[in-house]
Every structure is written in structure tokens, then in C-alpha cells.
T-cell receptor
Framework: QKEVEQNSGPLSVPEGAIASLNCTYS??????FFWYRQYSGKSPELIMS????GDKEDGRFTAQLNKASQYVSLLIRDSQPSDSATYLC???????????FGKGTRLHILP | GAVVSQHPSRVICKSGTSVKIECRSL??????MFWYRQFPKQSLMLMAT?????????EQGVEKDKFLINHASLTLSTLTVTSAHPEDSSFYIC?????????????FGPGTRLTVL
């Protein structure tokens, strides 16, 4: 059974601090990893993709992947109130036609 | 780039009627589109996967005769909720994956909020 696990939160972080979101996955064959942001009442928005071990930075966002530990994380630097949302971790494998989503972590940035 | 649209954004209908939702990839060709449903404060639930020119693959527990999916072209997929009932009221979201060698990124449409009276 392929699974993607996330802490549901809420994770509360002061404005300006670093928010750290974590995700583990069960399928060792997974090759593609994604972070989506979903505001309440809206559809998910792709914010980061990562495919190889290490860090990938895009603006205030850094995705980290450790395939040996089956762990992927998202760091948000200089957190802003507008970052308050649910963050979905998603994973798929080489031959899998579908992305498996975690249940999401609710992030609340405290002004 | 990678824009996906959905129409309508919101629909209210009477019980027993059918509702069609369109999903379009505006700036890329999508070999595969996915349909999700999300109830308030719950996770995304994949309903079905549709590939252009072939029958959709439905997830376990999703009635294929109730949720009709047509993926007639590389830019358009439709979901028809037939004989809708109040329990079908939900947020329906499509996503599309670009054709060609990609890393399987999926891009979501803005969603359609269905209310069945």
C-alpha cells in the first residue's frame, strides 16, 4: 500500500520565522516529489517539484529530498501571513500513473 | 504556463438532474487528466484517471455510470454527474498532466463547487 504521511497540524509559526513541513512516503520506487499549497476553498497549486536527493531552492521555498530515509520536506523562509494554507505533499513512482497525496499539513503564520 | 481551467466554477442544481463540468488545459496538451472530489475539511479524493481517446479508469468505490468522464481531446476532459443527489454536493477539481517526457507534474484547475438541492 503506497502511502504518504504528513502531520495534520496545525503548525503555528511566527511571522518572519522558518516554517518546516515534513513528509514521509512508503514506496521506495518513488521518483517524483511535489509540494502543493491549498488555500481554504481553493484548489491546490504546485509550488515545488523535486526529483533528486538534496535541496532545491525557489525564492523563499526550499524542498529537501532524502530517498534513503524516504523523507521530503519543505522549508519556507521569512514566513508571511499569506503563507497560511494547507500544504500537500505528493509522490509518484516511475511506472505509476497517479500521484499519491498526503492529507496535508495546515500551516498558520502568526502576525 | 501550465494553466488549467474549469467551467462552471459554481453550480446549483435540483436533485435528479445531470451536471457537466469541463476541464481544459489552456497552454499545453494533456495526455492524462484526473478528477478529484473534496468534501469540506477533508483530503482530496481521486475519482478517476482519464487518458485522451480511451476509457477512464475509476477508483474503487466510484460509480462509473454515475460519474461519466469523456477525454475527447488533448485539451479537454468532461465530468458529468448524472442524476445528482444532495450527497454529491462537493468541490470537484480536475488536474492535467502534460504530454511528452515530463516528471509527472500535475496542474490543477480552479475547481467546481456543486450544490445539489
Amino acid at each position: 500500500q503506497k502511502e504518504v504521511e504528513q502531520n495534520s497540524g496545525p503548525l503555528s509559526v511566527p511571522e518572519g520565522a522558518i516554517a518546516s513541513l515534513n513528509c514521509t512516503y512508503s514506496d521506495r520506487g518513488s521518483q517524483s516529489f511535489f509540494w502543493y499549497r491549498q488555500y481554504s476553498g481553493k484548489s491546490p497549486e504546485l509550488i515545488m517539484s523535486i526529483y533528486s536527493n538534496g535541496d532545491k531552492e525557489d525564492g523563499r521555498f526550499t524542498a529537501q529530498l532524502n530517498k534513503a530515509s524516504q523523507y521530503v520536506s519543505l522549508l519556507i523562509r521569512d514566513s508571511q501571513p499569506s503563507d497560511s494554507a494547507t500544504y500537500l505533499c505528493a509522490v509518484n513512482g516511475v511506472r505509476d500513473d497517479k500521484i499519491i497525496f498526503g492529507k496535508g499539513t495546515r500551516l498558520h503564520i502568526l502576525p | 504556463g501550465a494553466v488549467v481551467s474549469q467551467h462552471p466554477s459554481r453550480v446549483i442544481c435540483k436533485s435528479g438532474t445531470s451536471v457537466k463540468i469541463e476541464c481544459r488545459s489552456l497552454d499545453f496538451q494533456a495526455t492524462t487528466m484526473f478528477w478529484y472530489r473534496q468534501f469540506p475539511k477533508q483530503s482530496l479524493m481521486l475519482m478517476a484517471t482519464s487518458n485522451e481517446g480511451s476509457k477512464a479508469t475509476y477508483e474503487q468505490g466510484v460509480e462509473k455510470d454515475k460519474f461519466l468522464i469523456n477525454h475527447a481531446s488533448l485539451t479537454l476532459s468532461t465530468l458529468t454527474v448524472t442524476s445528482a443527489h444532495p450527497e454529491d454536493s462537493s468541490f470537484y477539481i480536475c488536474s492535467a498532466r502534460e504530454a511528452g517526457p515530463t516528471y509527472n507534474e500535475q496542474f490543477f484547475g480552479p475547481g467546481t463547487r456543486l450544490t445539489v438541492l
